[in-house]
């Protein structure tokens, strides 16, 4: 009897020293972190609202953790090559992935290369919010006008998306859902060729942020006619929201936030938190933010994670009532 007790006590003694190790060992790892370059991943191409915001903020973390910050555009499959890799990567606090509201949708249309809690939400870093840009090819100034234009001619009415799945698309669904309207998704590669085909007429129209299309909006080339968002833009004043567009309750929005490998230890996930949080308050940031047509806004991680959550289960009402599939 002795002798087992003496064994167990041994053992606890080993355990206990190996915890103690691998505590010392943990603390270590992130008490001199960041000790190299990080690299952050953008699912998408350059020059798109999530690299543009992610350039921004990623800007001003290297200078706040005085650490060199890359970003590597990895796009393909609606983001969903770039976040796999990052799934996949080493959680040591030197990966991150910045994704789109896409990120709650996917999990709705395909077959995800990554398990779902693969990745540890980190912070909301901006809100997008999506305009109504219409083609001056329709008679519309107004989504009443639209949507009796949609009903006074169907099957005419075509809109696009940067693809299948993306928020732009869930928007431009839901006004089909919500208005009765028979319309065609036509999903694109990018904005670009949307605005090409919007101001030749052979699109309609696209739920979209402003960066591409408010600047042919100010030529007179295309109309935007409303905004997604809960409220209207502070820089666009005039244009009127879904909601007081005949559309109560209306209210989608895109967003960028960061995100890291499960497993990634927490002290660095809260201090990154910690540091967009502040990064989102500077008056520069506000402002290039403002000029692009997003919204610098944070979260906690917690918080981050049940927007996801929120966001996940309207998304997926979405695709189940409009019977959505992924070719």
Not at 181 to 195: D, F, N, R, T, W
Not at 287 to 311: C, N, Y
Request: charged share 15%.
């Amino acid at each position: 009897m002795a002798k087992s007790t003496s064994y167990r006590g041994f053992k606890a003694l080993v355990m206990g020293i190996a915890l103690c190790a691998s505590s010392y060992a943990y603390a270590q790892s992130t008490s001199d972190w960041p000790n190299k370059s990080i690299k952050v991943v953008v699912p998408y191409t350059p020059g798109g609202s999530t690299d543009t915001t992610t350039r921004i903020i990623m800007e001003k973390l290297s200078a706040r953790l005085k650490q060199n910050v890359v970003i590597e555009n990895k796009p393909g499959a609606n983001g969903n090559v770039g976040t796999a890799a990052v799934a996949r990567a080493d959680p040591d606090g030197y990966t991150f992935v910045s994704v789109l509201a896409a990120y709650s949708i996917s999990p709705h249309l395909y077959q995800l290369p990554y398990a779902p809690d693969a990745l540890l939400p980190i912070s909301k870093m901006a809100d997008l919010p999506l305009f109504l840009f219409v083609s001056n090819k329709l008679p519309v100034t107004t989504v009443q006008q639209l949507v009796e234009y949609g009903r006074n001619n169907p099957g005419k009415l075509n809109y696009a998306s940067s693809g299948t799945g993306a928020s732009a698309h869930m928007t431009g669904t839901n006004f089909g859902l919500l208005s009765g309207l028979q319309m065609e998704h036509v999903p694109y590669k990018g904005s670009a060729p949307i605005l090409a085909d919007i101001l030749s007429g052979q699109l309609s129209f696209v739920f979209d942020t402003m960066v591409v299309f408010m600047p042919h909006v100010k030529e007179g080339k295309i109309k935007a006619i409303a905004v997604s968002s809960a409220k209207r833009w502070p820089t666009e004043p005039n244009i009127p929201t879904m909601a007081e567009s005949g559309f109560p309750g209306f209210a989608m929005s895109s967003w960028v936030g960061l995100m890291a490998p499960k497993g990634t230890p927490q002290p660095i996930i809260d201090r990154v938190a910690k540091e967009i949080g502040e990064i989102v308050k500077d008056p520069d940031v506000q402002q290039r933010f403002l000029a692009a047509g997003f919204i610098a806004e944070s979260t906690t991680p917690d918080g981050f994670r049940q927007l996801i959550e929120k966001d996940g289960a309207m998304y997926g009402e979405i695709v189940k009532k409009a019977n959505i599939k992924v070719n």
